[in-house]
């Protein structure tokens, strides 16, 4: 993330945590979508992680977040992936790189703002640029449908509502759309991010005639 030479293809790690596969699916889109605009996607889902899923997550441009939403919040699997990042957080190992979240849940609200709001703080406390959905509300007018994007009126991130009794391949269209949407729209703003830098190293650091 942080050699400063100019990256065509934007490194972008999706972190997710998914007990029953609903958040998965999900992350598929979120995956794909940021695919579509150039990047690089490796995602991991989390549980015990491997010295090369770490050193994925330590050299991404982005990292974009997902949990699903148990008892109002993030899992207690996504909090424990955060508390494994300590040492990192107080190091200032991911400052500066690009994040984003998503989550679902089993109701149309279920509290899941919460988890957004802890997963943007979880990013904050990394020192990350926190990118948010770049989406108007759907389904909010009298003629409205639910399959609009963003249907679910959410600003912070994507958030998405599965039944739950719901397989993982049955999560609204609208829900994968907004997430595709997600991972475009972080996979654009890392590429832009990336050559500002390289810009700015130029205009600071000028390469002097014949050096
Ligand atoms: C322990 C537990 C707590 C849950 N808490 C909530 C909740 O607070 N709000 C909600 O809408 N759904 C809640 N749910 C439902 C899940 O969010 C829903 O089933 C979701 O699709 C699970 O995603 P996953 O398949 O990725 O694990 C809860 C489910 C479990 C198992």
Redesign the pocket.
């Known amino acids: 993330m942080s050699d400063n030479t100019f990256h065509d293809a934007p490194s972008v790690a999706v972190a997710y945590?998914?007990?029953?596969?609903?958040?998965?699916?999900?992350a598929e889109a979120v995956a794909a979508g940021a695919r579509s605009a150039g990047a690089a996607v490796t995602p991991i889902r989390l549980g015990d992680l491997t010295e090369e899923d770490w050193q994925t997550l330590d050299t991404a441009d982005a990292i974009i977040f997902g949990?699903?939403?148990?008892?109002?919040?993030v899992?207690a699997a996504f909090q424990t992936f955060a508390e494994q990042t300590g040492r990192r957080c107080q190091q200032g190992t991911w400052r500066d790189k690009v994040a984003a979240g998503f989550t679902?849940?089993?109701?149309?609200?279920?509290?899941?703002l919460n988890s957004l709001v802890s997963l943007a703080v979880f990013a904050a406390q990394h020192h990350m640029h926190w990118v948010n959905l770049g989406l108007g509300p759907g389904w909010n007018h009298s003629t409205a449908s639910a399959d609009e994007l963003n249907r679910l009126g959410f600003w912070l991130g994507a958030a998405?509502?599965?039944?739950?009794d719901?397989n993982?391949d049955q999560?609204h269209p609208s829900d994968v759309a907004t997430c595709e949407h997600l991972g475009r729209r972080v996979a654009e703003v890392t590429r832009q991010l990336v050559a500002g830098r390289v810009a700015a190293q130029a205009v600071t650091e000028p390469v002097t005639a014949g050096a």
């Open positions: 945590q998914s007990g029953f596969g609903h958040t998965a699916f999900l949990t699903a939403t148990y008892m109002g919040n899992s679902n849940s089993g109701s149309k609200s279920g509290d899941k998405a509502a599965t039944d739950v719901a993982p999560v």
